[in-house]
């Protein structure tokens, strides 16, 4: 059984910067691709980025471009999201996702997901 677990949410000021993590446990880490997802109240979840499991390709929602950066460690079998410059926009539930294939930009085309972690940002 495949498990995710994401820490490192929480409370900011904007323009503040916080770093989640996502652990995956069961299976092994670097055969999956790995993407971030996030979902604020009354809305659609939302690509925020992406990264191929070689880490050689990488992708970014338009509203995070150039402010949050994804990174993983299959050594540790972690996937990050450092997220600077932060504004009251980003307050969500974020989610880390992983999948075998497709189109890393879709929700849907993941097969397993961790139970979010909320980032608050103040204004």
């Known amino acids: 059984q495949v498990q995710l677990v994401e820490s490192g949410g929480g409370l900011v000021q904007t323009g503040g910067s916080l770093r989640l993590s996502c652990v995956i446990s069961g299976r092994t880490f670097g055969n999956y691709h790995m993407g971030w997802f996030r979902q604020a109240p009354g809305k659609e979840r939302e690509f925020v980025s992406a990264?191929?499991?070689?880490?050689?390709?990488?992708y970014y929602g338009d509203s995070v471009k150039g402010r949050f950066t994804i990174s993983r460690n299959n050594a540790v079998n972690t996937v990050y999201l450092q997220m600077t410059n932060l504004k009251p926009a980003d307050t969500a539930v974020y989610y880390c996702a992983a999948a075998e294939m497709g189109d890393l930009t879709l929700a849907s085309e993941y097969d397993y997901w961790g139970q979010g972690v909320q980032v608050t940002v103040r204004s």
């Open positions: 990264m191929s499991w070689k880490g050689g390709n990488i």
